[in-house]
């Protein structure tokens, strides 16, 4: 289940990048951006799928420890799993 909605997902932000003006009247008519702006507007670059890097994690996991939410230490490898990704 979670690789296919990985997979959807990367699926949506390829059809994003591949034309972004396609999606202006979707934006307008869903009201997620005015229309006055609209004209001006770029969809942002979204990313694909992929893990943390080692140096990501690392961050991520001395920022929560720095506020009490983690005591342990916690392995990369216990928590990022690249096989799930499409």
Not at 49 to 69: C, H, I, M, T, Y
Request: aromatic residues 8%.
């Amino acid at each position: 289940a979670v690789r296919a909605f990985l997979k959807a997902v990367e699926e949506a932000v390829n059809a994003i990048h591949s034309d972004k003006s396609r999606w202006n009247t979707l934006m307008a008519d869903k009201k997620l951006v005015p229309t006055t702006v609209l004209a001006g507007y770029t969809l942002p670059d979204f990313p694909t799928a992929s893990v943390p890097s080692r140096e990501q994690f690392n961050d991520a996991l001395a920022w929560v420890q720095s506020k009490g939410a983690v005591e342990k230490a916690i392995s990369y490898e216990s928590c990022v799993d690249a096989s799930l990704l499409p």
